[in-house]
């Protein structure tokens, strides 16, 4: 399977500050990389899909790119709503997710 | 818009069948550019893909590694819904289990509730 980490685990931000997480993959995953949003009790919201393609209804604020093994989600001018966890998801092989990255309120 | 309900139990006892139940709206489990999947969450282990099945002009099965001994992932097209077996469960397999919708290998882009199941005697 190919393994995707994500850096950091955890990070505290502040409202109106710019975050960047990173997931890289065990192999090349060409741009087969999608990022969700997940808050507690709730399933996970797709947020980017094809590495940097935004989904509906998503917010402008968040980006993504990279290709190949290197990824960034970056989310612009964090908002209160947007404390959560993220994960990166790889859908080039067998799908397999990141362990997540918890954005906390600094 | 697409919604998927999720049924099922949220108790199995050790050494049985863990079955749930994803019923689609919205869509059509034959659709040829969508792929039903079911993920499960856990402290431990966790977002875990399982499986997923699609149509394209015929039935086919995708399964992780990890269950594909104990897995079945069966769409029911008079009902419009998916469902999901995992036989032999063990505690390991207690987690809170999802169906998703992915279209045209573009994301999971629509998810069920959410099903929260316990392993245990």
């Known amino acids: 399977d190919i393994q995707l980490t994500q850096s950091p685990s955890s990070l505290s931000a502040s409202v109106g500050d710019r975050v960047t997480i990173t997931c890289r993959a065990s192999q090349t995953i060409r741009t087969y990389l999608n990022w969700y949003q997940q808050k507690p009790g709730r399933a996970p919201k797709l947020l980017i899909y094809a590495a940097s393609s935004l989904q509906s209804g998503v917010p402008s604020r968040f980006s993504g790119s990279g290709s190949g093994t290197d990824f960034t989600l970056t989310i612009n001018s964090l908002q209160p709503e947007d404390f959560a966890t993220y994960y990166c998801?790889?859908?080039?092989?067998?799908?397999?997710f990141g362990q997540g990255t918890k954005v906390e309120i600094k | 818009q697409v919604q998927l309900q999720q049924s099922g139990p949220g108790l199995v006892k050790p050494s049985q069948t863990l079955s749930l139940t994803c019923a689609i709206s919205g869509d059509s489990v034959s659709s040829n550019s969508a792929a039903w999947n079911w993920i499960r969450q856990s402290p431990s282990r966790g977002l875990e893909w399982l499986g997923r099945t699609y149509y394209r002009s015929e039935w086919n099965y995708d399964y992780a590694v990890s269950v594909e001994s104990r897995i079945t992932i069966s769409p029911d097209t008079s009902r419009n819904q998916f469902s999901l077996h995992l036989n032999s469960v063990t505690p390991e397999d207690t987690a809170v289990y999802y169906c998703?919708?992915?279209?045209?290998?573009?994301?999971?882009?629509?998810w069920g509730q959410g099903t929260p199941v316990t392993v245990s005697s």
């Open positions: 998801q790889q859908s080039y092989g067998t799908p397999t």
């Open positions: 998703a919708r992915v279209l045209a290998a573009a994301g999971l882009d629509y």
